[in-house]
């Protein structure tokens, strides 16, 4: 498999734009739905599941998106990525329906989380296809199938949740469409890039879960960082609460988002310059990424400031007026957020993914920590402040680690 020539076509950064917008608003309409018609009650239950989720995707990808569009010399071949993905999401499952067995869950709460779960194991399946593309030039492809993906997800999401009034079932029949959706609009593809069969070679297989171990457990750690004020206002406040925090969290998601749009595109060049020691031009790129990252904190947070609670109160039907500090909050942290995403990828770029799981071991241990007398003491706002510390920490520890690696590098390069 060679790389496509045309990797640099503007068309395939703009359809990479829109896949990852569909992505991300995900969440935000089906909030918005949950909340309008099921309440505030079942929108707390249905944001913590969705959290849930997110946490327990990070176990059906593994981390192996950024290794796999990164593998330029194709140390691993598909039909390896292929069969460590049924593996992973098979364990995806099980995990979470442990993890809802041990949490103690009514049945109804059970249900929706275990849903939604399997709702967004298709983002799991999707992501190895999508990672080939991307390998092979071809990141509109990716774009577009998942786009087309989330629109099917969305729209049967809403209908049956509009005709039943029954979030249960709708979770239920929304997860089988998904997963139907997403095998319907890649397979094909993929079958004319690569043999689309799991294949067991174990070593290549051990190689690859050794090598994405780190970025499995920095993803996870992060994504359990990031829930934890959740998990907090679970244990310690209320389902309402819970709704309330959600929404206010979703802008945050947009700096995010606009940074993915900048970044993702180039983890392949990103990768290239380092491999060929180009690190004058290397470090060009994380500065100017950095830099558009902070453009659009500085412009979300102003945007915040003075339009944002009263626009998600108009939007979600809910009385937010109150909460404006927690809102600036997040949306600061949000921009620290979207640093950390970057660097993240960057020091897997780099193949330096070991450094990422002390800093991610440290925070989670620290935050978890203060979770409970933060959210006791200052409740919603105790869960904000949790979120910006934990993202500022991880920020400064990844700057630290690239910092060395560069100055190593560049010795090295003297020598």
Same mark, same amino acid.
């Given at each position: 498999m060679g790389l496509f020539k045309d990797n640099r076509n503007a068309g395939k950064f703009i359809w990479n734009t829109i896949g990852m917008m569909c992505n991300? /608003?995900?969440?935000?309409? &089906?909030?918005?739905?949950?909340?309008? =018609?099921?309440? $505030?009650f079942y929108a707390g239950i249905f944001a913590l599941g969705f959290a849930n989720a997110q946490l327990m995707l990070t176990i059906g990808r593994y981390g192996m998106r950024a290794y796999q569009a990164t593998d330029i010399k194709e140390v691993i071949?598909?039909?390896?990525?292929?069969?460590?993905?049924?593996?992973?999401?098979?364990?995806? &499952?099980?995990? +979470?329906?442990?993890?809802?067995?041990? +949490?103690?869950?009514? %049945?109804?709460?059970?249900?929706?989380?275990?849903?939604?779960?399997?709702?967004?194991?298709? $983002?799991?399946?999707? $992501?190895?296809f999508h990672g080939l593309f991307q390998q092979l030039g071809r990141i509109d492809l990716a774009g577009k199938y998942l786009t087309y993906r989330n629109v099917i997800t969305v729209l049967s999401f809403i209908v049956v949740l509009a005709v039943t009034k029954d979030l249960?079932?709708?979770?239920?029949?929304?997860? =089988?469409?998904?997963?139907?959706?997403?095998?319907?609009?890649?397979?094909?593809?993929?079958?004319?890039?690569?043999?689309?069969?799991?294949?067991f070679h174990k070593e290549e297989l051990k190689t690859l879960f050794i090598s994405c171990f780190p970025l499995f457990i920095g993803s996870f750690l992060a994504l359990y960082i990031n829930n934890v004020p959740r998990y907090m206002i679970d244990q310690y406040l209320t389902e309402n609460i819970q709704a309330f925090f959600s929404i206010l969290f979703m802008p945050a998601f947009v700096i995010n988002l606009f940074s993915e749009f900048i970044f993702k595109p180039m983890l392949t060049d990103i990768a290239i310059k380092w $491999?060929?020691? @180009?690190?004058?031009?290397?470090?060009?790129?994380?500065? @100017?990424? &950095?830099?558009? %990252? &902070?453009? %659009?904190?500085?412009?979300?947070?102003? /945007?915040?400031?003075?339009?944002?609670?009263?626009?998600?109160s108009l939007v979600y039907g809910v009385d937010l007026l109150g909460y404006r500090r927690e809102l600036i909050l997040l949306l600061v942290s949000g921009g620290f957020s979207a640093c950390v995403y970057l660097l993240f990828h960057v020091l897997t770029a780099m193949r330096k993914q070991q450094v990422l799981l002390a800093g991610y071991t440290v925070t989670a241990l620290f935050i978890t920590l203060l979770g409970p007398m933060f959210v006791k003491q200052y409740a919603m706002f105790g869960a904000a402040v949790l979120?910006?510390?934990?993202?500022?920490i991880l920020v400064l520890f990844f700057s630290l680690m690239l910092m060395s690696a560069i100055l190593k590098k560049r010795k090295e390069n003297e020598i």
């Amino acid at each position: 498999m060679g790389l496509f020539k045309d990797n640099r076509n503007a068309g395939k950064f703009i359809w990479n734009t829109i896949g990852m917008m569909c992505n991300a /608003g995900t969440s935000f309409l &089906l909030l918005i739905f949950v909340t309008r =018609i099921c309440g $505030d009650f079942y929108a707390g239950i249905f944001a913590l599941g969705f959290a849930n989720a997110q946490l327990m995707l990070t176990i059906g990808r593994y981390g192996m998106r950024a290794y796999q569009a990164t593998d330029i010399k194709e140390v691993i071949p598909f039909p390896t990525y292929f069969l460590s993905r049924i593996i992973t999401c098979i364990s995806m &499952l099980l995990v +979470s329906f442990f993890y809802i067995l041990w +949490s103690g869950y009514t %049945i109804t709460k059970a249900i929706i989380v275990f849903s939604i779960c399997i709702i967004k194991m298709s $983002d799991a399946i999707e $992501d190895i296809f999508h990672g080939l593309f991307q390998q092979l030039g071809r990141i509109d492809l990716a774009g577009k199938y998942l786009t087309y993906r989330n629109v099917i997800t969305v729209l049967s999401f809403i209908v049956v949740l509009a005709v039943t009034k029954d979030l249960i079932l709708t979770c239920i029949v929304t997860g =089988i469409l998904s997963i139907g959706a997403c095998i319907w609009l890649n397979v094909p593809t993929a079958k004319s890039m690569a043999p689309i069969r799991p294949v067991f070679h174990k070593e290549e297989l051990k190689t690859l879960f050794i090598s994405c171990f780190p970025l499995f457990i920095g993803s996870f750690l992060a994504l359990y960082i990031n829930n934890v004020p959740r998990y907090m206002i679970d244990q310690y406040l209320t389902e309402n609460i819970q709704a309330f925090f959600s929404i206010l969290f979703m802008p945050a998601f947009v700096i995010n988002l606009f940074s993915e749009f900048i970044f993702k595109p180039m983890l392949t060049d990103i990768a290239i310059k380092w $491999d060929e020691n @180009r690190i004058g031009n290397f470090m060009k790129y994380i500065f @100017r990424l &950095l830099f558009g %990252i &902070l453009i %659009i904190t500085i412009v979300v947070v102003t /945007g915040g400031y003075f339009f944002g609670s009263q626009i998600l109160s108009l939007v979600y039907g809910v009385d937010l007026l109150g909460y404006r500090r927690e809102l600036i909050l997040l949306l600061v942290s949000g921009g620290f957020s979207a640093c950390v995403y970057l660097l993240f990828h960057v020091l897997t770029a780099m193949r330096k993914q070991q450094v990422l799981l002390a800093g991610y071991t440290v925070t989670a241990l620290f935050i978890t920590l203060l979770g409970p007398m933060f959210v006791k003491q200052y409740a919603m706002f105790g869960a904000a402040v949790l979120c910006i510390i934990a993202n500022i920490i991880l920020v400064l520890f990844f700057s630290l680690m690239l910092m060395s690696a560069i100055l190593k590098k560049r010795k090295e390069n003297e020598i």
